[in-house]
């Protein structure tokens, strides 16, 4: 139970914050616009639900995340060093070392290529239409898993080619029929 009167400081969280954070409190109501939008404090949250013991109603403030701490440059040149030519099926591992070479706070990740979606979105990325015939320098896109490839794929665009745990000749590296792709941009609208 937290009470009113706690106070913790998380201005030096370093890391966008994904866990919904439950206050049992009859301050809820002191709330206001004001502090709702302090930057300073607020400057990474996502979500708060907030829950009164005395009632069982409940409020939703949604934040939206600031600029992503990602260098996109760094995040392409991490690609860049990888020189491999052929697959050593560790895309999800590149591709996170990559992310975290270039600023991301990564603590918790999925081992599947697949299941990184969240994870992007974590850190600012936004799920768009794909853009393959567009793809600007930091995309990253996420092939699911298939009949043949069970832990699916997932590489990052350089601003000349695709590279996973190699260079890739195309983003097509999948031959399977009903190949679905999930498409990710960082958004720098937050």
Excluded at 129 to 151: C, V
Aim: hydrophobic share 30%; glycine share 4%; net charge positive.
């Amino acid at each position: 139970m937290i009470h009113s009167a706690y106070t913790f400081d998380i201005s030096n969280i370093e890391s966008p914050i994904t866990h919904n954070l439950f206050i049992s409190t009859p301050s809820i109501p002191m709330l206001s616009q004001k502090n709702i939008s302090s930057t300073s404090f607020h400057k990474r949250l996502k979500t708060f639900f907030y829950f009164s013991e005395e009632s069982k109603d409940s409020t939703q403030i949604t934040y939206h995340n600031v600029l992503s701490n990602i260098n996109i440059s760094k995040f392409t040149q991490a690609l860049e060093n990888i020189s491999a030519t052929v697959s050593q099926f560790q895309c999800a591992k590149s591709i996170r070392i990559a992310l975290q070479t270039a600023g991301a706070k990564i603590l918790q990740h999925p081992i599947a290529a697949s299941d990184w979606g969240q994870t992007l979105e974590s850190l600012g990325y936004k799920k768009i239409q794909p853009a393959f015939d567009q793809p600007l320098e930091g995309d990253i896109y996420i092939i699911k898993r298939t009949k043949r490839h069970s832990y699916g794929h997932i590489a990052g665009y350089t601003g000349t080619e695709w590279v996973s745990d190699y260079k890739q000749p195309t983003y097509e590296v999948y031959h399977d029929s009903g190949v679905k792709y999930q498409y990710y941009r960082l958004d720098s609208s937050s």
